[in-house]
């Protein structure tokens, strides 16, 4: 199962558009994880359209409609694996205990926020992941999204792609 993972998209904002390269890989998923930060609902709804199922979270600036459709947590379950989503992951200092605490039946949490790409695998079996943002790099090098790859026994597989 391959897994598109976005969050931070900031849509709409003037003539901004996801990149192409990011729009294919959506499209080419099995299923789409945004970890919040759509800002208005027709972005969801965009989303919803292309064709794979959208497991969303609420971002600190989305509308209120979306604030009525999303949950500011979740547990996608995907391909065999169990995902946590959030948008605020708290500071960088034990982010990745405080994550697990967050979600501890999980092999997986994605978040957004930052802007800024990180991985984390603990080497027990439990990893975050924030693939930054496809529209709004801020300090990071490139606008940028993640896929996933469910493997044998809910294993996740993270890749970080840069999009523009």
Do not use: Y
């Not at 996740?156 to 840069?162: I, R």
């Amino acid at each position: 199962m391959r897994i598109a993972i976005v969050s931070d998209t900031h849509l709409p904002r003037g003539s901004r558009t996801l990149p192409e390269a990011c729009v294919e890989r959506l499209v080419s998923a099995d299923a789409i994880l945004h970890r919040g930060d759509f800002m208005a609902v027709e972005v969801l709804d965009w989303l919803e359209g292309l064709g794979p199922p959208v497991h969303g979270v609420l971002g600190n600036v989305d509308d209120a409609t979306l604030q009525d459709r999303l949950p500011e947590r979740h547990v996608a379950e995907v391909g065999g694996a169990r995902i946590g989503m959030v948008h605020i992951p708290g500071p960088k200092a034990g982010r990745v205990e405080r994550l697990r605490r967050l979600f501890p039946d999980t092999e997986a949490v994605v978040f957004g926020h930052t802007h800024l790409p990180e991985h984390a695998d603990t080497g027990d079996g439990f990893q975050v992941f924030n693939p930054g943002s496809p529209t709004e790099r801020r300090r990071a090098p490139a606008r940028t999204m993640g896929m996933a790859t469910v493997g044998d026994g809910g294993r996740v597989a993270f890749e970080l792609v840069a999009v523009g």
